[in-house]
């Protein structure tokens, strides 16, 4: 498949015009599941609004999609479901506001809800109990010589950081639903928070061991430290179902109090997984998924489960209860199902930076009823579409 933009724009012109065919919308689709994000600029119309054209092409996709749909079959086959997530990122990335003039302001037909994307949120919970609200404007914070943004504007001072009666104050680092926040460890660590997430740390380290606890999701790069031996000093994460010990690696862990299962997927590095009946060391590419019956590890794309830190909702390798689940903590939606989960695949990548609306034609796409409620915020699934 080529990845020469101007290939690629001329698949988008004939894709607007109605003029692409079955192999030309399937390349166009894989070169977005793909491409990187500045390849390829989109021109509007002289009097066309940037919302305008997100849904005149994402519009025209859906339409070309079901015509293209096999007859008689229940499921769509699974390009029609890359295509379809693809044209949700065609409508969420930014390409077209490069070399593009709008004149006049056209109202769009993209769905319109007042539930808007997630952001950088979070509080901070100081060892005497008192909380201070992180700045919007930032996206994370430092513990060194007090506290810290990363752009180096003080936090706090370094008084709330001394030692009481011998042993290192604790923290709590929490983000609510719809928000997402990152810290730096007082030894070089960092970690990233995902949505309704906490992390509980020690304002300092010693030499025995590193342990912090984790509620929710949180992506860890690990800094190696030594004791003077030269011996490795561990890290260690408590978190639902799982201890997690570490001596320098990256990983990802998801453990929601409120769901059944934990997972945490290795980047690189070497990690052992201890639940209540064994001990297991992962490799690179693996995922342990930990529940009440014990853990169980198979090997996974882990680009799907690290794509939240790069803003964005990756698709591929999840249940649909697992999507939902995502978009629930991050839109701070309530999921409710009338009736089983629907048996639907997506596939695909979805920018988090955009309103719920251009997230439901992913929906849509699939068949499948749900409606939504902005004033509670609850999105109910019916199930499929007859």
């Known amino acids: 498949m080529t990845q020469d933009p101007k290939y690629i724009e001329k698949l988008v012109h004939k894709f607007n015009n ?8 399937h390349a166009l689709a894989n070169w977005y599941t793909s491409h990187s994000d500045n390849e390829v600029t989109i021109p509007l119309t002289e009097e066309e609004s940037s919302d305008h054209l997100k849904a005149r092409v994402l519009n025209g996709l859906l339409k070309k999609i079901n015509e293209d749909k096999p007859k008689g079959h229940y499921r769509i086959r699974k390009f029609y479901w890359i295509a379809a997530a693809a044209a949700v990122l065609i409508a969420f990335i930014g390409l077209w506001t490069n070399e593009v003039y709008i004149h006049k302001e056209v109202a769009s037909p993209v769905i319109s809800t007042k539930i808007e994307p997630g952001g950088n949120k979070a509080t901070l919970t100081l060892a005497d109990g008192s909380q201070i609200n992180l700045s919007n404007a930032q996206d994370g914070i430092v513990m060194s010589d007090g506290i810290s943004y990363n752009d180096g504007t003080r ?37 990233w928070l995902n949505a309704a997430s906490s992390l509980k740390y020690p304002t300092y380290f010693k030499d025995e061991q590193r342990i912090v606890e984790l509620d929710g999701e949180a992506y860890f790069n690990v800094t190696s430290a030594y004791r003077k031996d030269g011996s490795k000093v561990p890290f260690k994460v408590v978190s639902k179902q799982q201890d997690i010990e570490v001596l320098g690696t990256q990983f990802n862990i998801s453990a929601y109090a409120d769901q059944s299962v934990s997972k945490t997927t290795l980047i690189e590095g070497k990690i052992a997984i ?10 690179p590419g693996s995922q342990a998924i930990t529940n009440q019956a014990g853990t169980r590890l198979q090997e996974v794309n882990v680009r799907n489960y690290t794509a939240w830190r790069d803003g964005k909702f990756s698709f591929d390798g999840k249940s649909f209860a697992e999507v939902m689940t995502e978009i629930g903590h991050w839109y701070d939606l309530t999921i409710a199902y009338e009736g089983k989960v629907p048996a639907v695949e997506l596939a695909g990548d979805a920018f988090r930076n ?9 929906l849509d796409v699939a068949d499948i009823n749900y409606s939504l409620d902005t004033a509670t915020r609850k999105l109910i699934i019916k199930g499929k579409k007859i």
């Open 18 to 25: 109605g003029s692409i065919n079955t192999d030309e919308l």
């Open 155 to 191: 936090v706090t001072d370094e008084g709330s950081l001394k030692e009481p009666h011998g042993t290192a104050p604790k923290m709590v680092l929490q983000t609510p639903r719809g928000g997402t926040y990152q810290i730096t460890l007082p030894d070089g660590t960092q970690v």
């Open 274 to 283: 201890a639940d209540k009946q064994k001990r297991i060391i992962l490799s």
């Open 354 to 362: 955009q309103n719920i609306g251009l997230v439901l034609r992913v």
